[in-house]
């Protein structure tokens, strides 16, 4: 009986002896990850709290994913329909998808300064 309890004391210290180790291993992988998701999503601290256009908005979010794209609070902008924000005619008239009743249609400056949209002037 006393080669079998050698025996199951001595199998036991080699089970249990690894168990240190092997703990340790696990958390140094654990604390790698961590780094390795750190260093992954630095790129999107930099747009946190920013309103950015809408395909950048979907790359990020194919990217790094919704969660944490709104945990960084980032927002997609509205794009406004009736104007591409800048003025034509020298300042005397606004690019517009369409002209309000008040204006009408420069065509001298709509095709080289608005593009799709019409250059409407004041009458």
Same mark, same amino acid.
């Given at each position: 009986?006393?080669?079998? =309890?050698?025996?199951?004391?001595?199998?036991?210290?080699?089970? &249990?002896? !690894?168990?240190?180790?092997?703990?340790?291993?696990?958390?140094?992988?654990?604390?790698? /990850? +961590?780094?390795? %998701?750190? %260093?992954?999503?630095? !790129?999107?601290?930099?747009?946190?709290?920013? #309103?950015?256009?809408? !395909? &950048?908005?979907?790359?990020?979010?194919?990217?790094?994913?919704?969660?944490?794209?709104?945990?960084?609070?980032? /927002?997609? $902008? /509205?794009? &406004?329909?009736? =104007?591409? =924000?800048?003025?034509?005619? +020298? +300042? /005397?008239? @606004?690019?517009?998808?369409?002209?309000?009743?008040?204006?009408? $249609?420069? @065509?001298?400056? #709509?095709?080289? &300064?608005?593009?799709?949209?019409?250059?409407?002037? !004041?009458?």
């Amino acid at each position: 009986m006393e080669r079998k =309890s050698f025996l199951s004391v001595f199998f036991i210290v080699l089970l &249990v002896s !690894p168990a240190s180790i092997l703990a340790k291993t696990i958390k140094e992988e654990g604390e790698t /990850r +961590n780094k390795r %998701q750190a %260093q992954i999503l630095l !790129p999107i601290a930099s747009y946190a709290g920013l #309103t950015v256009t809408a !395909p &950048v908005f979907a790359a990020l979010v194919a990217a790094y994913g919704i969660y944490a794209v709104t945990r960084y609070a980032i /927002r997609k $902008t /509205r794009i &406004v329909m009736y =104007s591409d =924000s800048h003025s034509c005619a +020298n +300042n /005397r008239g @606004w690019c517009r998808e369409s002209c309000f009743s008040h204006e009408y $249609t420069d @065509w001298a400056n #709509t095709f080289g &300064v608005c593009g799709s949209y019409f250059c409407c002037r !004041p009458y």
